[in-house]
């Protein structure tokens, strides 16, 4: 009986305790800030990475104010800007998701803000991730910018071809989506598919290059990394050397080095033509 007293009482002081503090909490850091840390406390977290936040508004397509008004900007999507075309429609879609409603956002831990003092982090309502709906509708393409979004960049780019190859929202009003092996380096930076047949494959140490030309220094390659092989031929990848001499559609963001190329992180990247 003794020992269930002392039991007892431990826990009435404890819970008046947490009471006093609670209140003197409230008044020191004030109800938004008081809201933020409990809602760290109770994600099991120490601060806010995985936060449960209240929406206040809906700045665009990619960025949100939660409560304390701290704006979050959306880690690997980029929504049209004001004056773009799709601007208020991507802003709109969004405002459908998340207004008026609590998110989850995870923060990113190397780097929690970007240079005009936005949160950096990925955003979720109930288990949708806001960005990958963006992306998947086509009201966003994908931006990958310091440490935390290369862990979604595999994923994310694929649900951005997906939204392109179904000309969805802003990939609607590209024009060409498709070009020749010839024309590539005209479009580095844009997402595009590229269509031609692969001369020969060349077997680098670290990655196999599908050259579309007899210049590998200037004429389009697509590049499969060693280390992925495993993973692609897992994915339905045909042995990258059957692809030589074939006529194939490559499809991907282009970029530039020693020519056009684009990396094959994706099975459904590298399609066979008739």
């Not at 956002?105 to 309502?125: H, M, N, Q, S, W």
Request: proline content about 4%; overall charge positive.
């Amino acid at each position: 009986m003794g020992e269930k007293r002392t039991t007892s009482n431990r826990f009435l002081t404890g819970m008046v305790l947490g009471m006093v503090l609670g209140v003197v909490g409230g008044m020191v850091l004030g109800p938004a800030a008081f809201r933020r840390a409990w809602d760290g406390v109770f994600a099991g977290t120490s601060g806010k990475e995985h936060a449960t936040r209240l929406v206040e508004r809906v700045i665009d397509g990619d960025t949100i104010v939660i409560d304390g008004d701290e704006h979050v900007r959306y880690i690997g999507v980029d929504s049209p800007e004001a004056g773009e075309p799709l601007y208020e429609e991507a802003r709109e879609f969004q405002k459908k998701i998340v207004r008026g409603g609590h998110v989850r956002i995870e923060v990113c831990r190397e780097e929690p803000r970007d240079r005009y003092g936005r949160t950096l982090a990925f955003v979720y309502k109930g288990n949708v991730d806001v960005g990958e709906q963006l992306l998947r509708y086509g009201y966003a393409r994908t931006l990958f910018i310091g440490p935390c979004g290369r862990k979604a960049a595999r994923e994310y780019r694929k649900v951005e071809r997906e939204a392109f190859a179904a000309e969805r929202g802003i990939w609607s009003l590209q024009n060409p989506r498709r070009i020749a092996h010839g024309d590539a380096g005209r479009y580095i930076g844009c997402l595009m598919s590229v269509t031609g047949r692969v001369v020969n494959v060349h077997r680098g140490p670290k990655a196999f290059h599908l050259n579309f030309g007899k210049d590998h220094r200037k004429d389009f390659t697509a590049v499969v990394f060693r280390k992925d092989i495993a993973r692609l031929v897992g994915e339905g990848l045909e042995p990258v050397t059957e692809y030589e001499g074939r006529r194939v559609e490559v499809t991907g963001i282009l970029k530039e080095y020693k020519g056009p190329e684009i990396i094959i992180e994706s099975a459904d990247q590298l399609v066979l033509l008739p």
